[in-house]
């Protein structure tokens, strides 16, 4: 199989599908030059945050639009490769308590997997999808991105992001909480504005005090209201206070949303933009703004470019991992001792335990280098301080599932393995993470030496449940402590339904 790096020279096709709380959009691209050139966008309005009832259920009604759409992109990206797309989840995705089953009938649908990403992490891609879109300019910029369920705010500087914060606040969810049957009146305007100020409030000091050269705007609200204003003449190029406000009296004057015809501005979103403009009127008001400029770049843009950088051996995740290990002091040495032991336990068993997959060995390999980070708060229950910081932290360039399968494996690399914790996973995957698991127990079992002397690698093998490592002649003889460390380790695999014989 080809490289992605290998492909992008060769000009393969790239796609990044960005599920949105009100939209869905595909695109697919290729890299000419460095540069992403796109060759086909598709954008649906789905508005799966409107299906969301009070339980955090997403409605079958919205389930079947989503689904639908998805089944309309899976067409378009058949014949692809996993390491030439990338599928996002955002703030819906995030916070509807039957995620998880949608997830499974979609992913079913699409043939790759969707990662659902944190707040932190779909603002870090927004900025880095403007900041190609942008000149190479010294200094630092404000990005903000209006989506249907939340708000991304980023100060950066050229590619590199300072400063970044996802509130919740989106067009779709002001909408319903706003505007309800479409009515749109001078007090319901103010409300929305009062909550989108009060929202923005908690990052304004922060923000002010980095302070910023220019402001720019990203993704569909903000590009409608740059058309709006510069279409009926409201503004000159860019959106300012003054055309926001002269465009609020507008959609006040037409008092429903049924009623608007706003050039510019799609019919599916006519119903969401009132509430759009109100949270861009607050953002003004809160910080001070005074003119932002609009970007094509936006977070499926970004996705592409992590998803080259990834090949280019400029993956953002592997800088993070060096950033918690030098936060948290973690023993380097250590971790790459039982990194290469877990990965090579690893090609003993990945055919048999069908843990092949990329995603798989980057899993275990990111454990092992993580697995002591919790030293850094305690050393007593230290797995567990380590599975909490792993799986609360902000990591850029991961997924939320990723970092809860990061978490799950370091909170059980020793002592009692609690095999319901795995629940997080579907039955499928629950029972390749519990193996990984074992891989990096064993490894870290190996390892309690901490280097005074050589380990050796067993032969393993495997029978379903029950797991076989043998040993060079004499050496368990010889290494007592480490046979003493295996027959505990037998007693906690019991519990957990495996059975680990040695020789």
């Not at 939209?23 to 697919?28: N, P, Q, T």
């Not at 639009?65 to 309309?72: G, I, S, V, Y």
């Not at 979103?269 to 809160?286: D, H, M, S, Y």
Request: glycine share 8%; charged share 20%; net charge neutral.
């Amino acid at each position: 199989m080809p490289s992605l790096e290998h492909s992008v020279l060769g000009q393969q096709q790239l796609a990044a599908i960005d599920l949105g709380s009100n939209s869905f959009h595909l695109v697919v691209a290729r890299l000419v030059d460095g540069h992403i050139q796109t060759l086909e966008k598709r954008g649906e309005k789905v508005q799966l945050a409107a299906g969301l009832d009070k339980q955090r259920r997403i409605s079958e009604a919205a389930q079947g639009r989503a689904l639908a759409c998805l089944e309309r992109f899976a067409q378009r990206i058949r014949g692809l490769e996993a390491h030439q797309i990338t599928i996002l989840g955002t703030n819906t995705l995030r916070s509807a308590s039957n995620a998880k089953a949608f997830i499974e009938q979609a992913n079913g649908i699409l043939g790759f997997p969707i990662e659902v990403i944190s707040g932190i992490e779909e603002a870090r891609l927004v900025y880095l999808g403007v900041a190609h879109t942008l000149a190479d300019d010294i200094g630092r910029r404000l990005v903000i991105d209006i989506g249907g369920g939340s708000t991304e705010f980023v100060i950066g500087e050229r590619f590199e992001p300072v400063e970044l914060e996802s509130l919740h606040m989106g067009c779709v969810t002001y909408t319903d909480r706003f505007f309800p049957q479409g009515k749109i009146t001078q007090a319901s305007f103010e409300r929305a504005i009062a909550a989108a100020k009060q929202e923005i409030l908690r990052i304004k000091g922060p923000y002010q005090k980095l302070g910023w050269q220019n402001v720019v705007g990203s993704s569909g609200t903000i590009r409608a209201a740059n058309r709006v204003l510069t279409g009926y003449g409201l503004s000159q190029n860019n959106i300012t206070w003054d055309g926001l406000k002269r465009l609020q009296q507008m959609m006040v004057d037409w008092g429903d949303v049924t009623q608007l015809n706003l050039q510019g501005v799609k019919d599916e979103r006519q119903k969401v933009f009132a509430a759009g403009v109100a949270i861009l009127i607050g953002v003004f008001e809160t910080l001070d703004l005074q003119e932002m400029t609009y970007s094509d770049g936006a977070l499926r843009e970004g996705a592409l470019y992590d998803l080259i950088g990834r090949a280019k051996h400029e993956d953002v995740r592997e800088r993070t991992v060096r950033a918690m290990q030098a936060r948290f002091k973690v023993d380097k040495e250590q971790a790459v001792r039982v990194r290469n032991t877990a990965l090579a336990l690893f090609e003993q068993v990945k055919q048999s335990w069908s843990i092949d997959g990329a995603e798989y060995k980057n899993g275990l390999r990111w454990s092992a280098e993580l697995f002591e980070v919790g030293l850094g708060i305690a050393h007593s229950q230290f797995h567990k301080h380590g599975a909490y910081l792993v799986g609360h932290a902000d990591m850029p360039g991961f997924s939320l599932p990723t970092q809860a399968a990061l978490a799950v494996m370091i909170r059980h690399h020793r002592r009692k393995l609690h095999i319901d914790s795995y629940d997080i996973f579907s039955e499928q995957e629950k029972v390749k993470w519990i193996r990984l698991t074992m891989l990096l127990r064993l490894a870290v079992l190996l390892h309690q030496g901490r280097g005074i002397e050589a380990v050796a690698i067993p032969t393993f093998s495997i029978d379903q449940q029950r797991i076989h490592l043998s040993f060079p002649a004499n050496w368990l003889h010889q290494h007592p402590m480490t046979s003493m460390d295996l027959e505990l380790e037998t007693s906690f695999l019991h519990a957990a339904g495996y059975e680990l014989v040695f020789h």
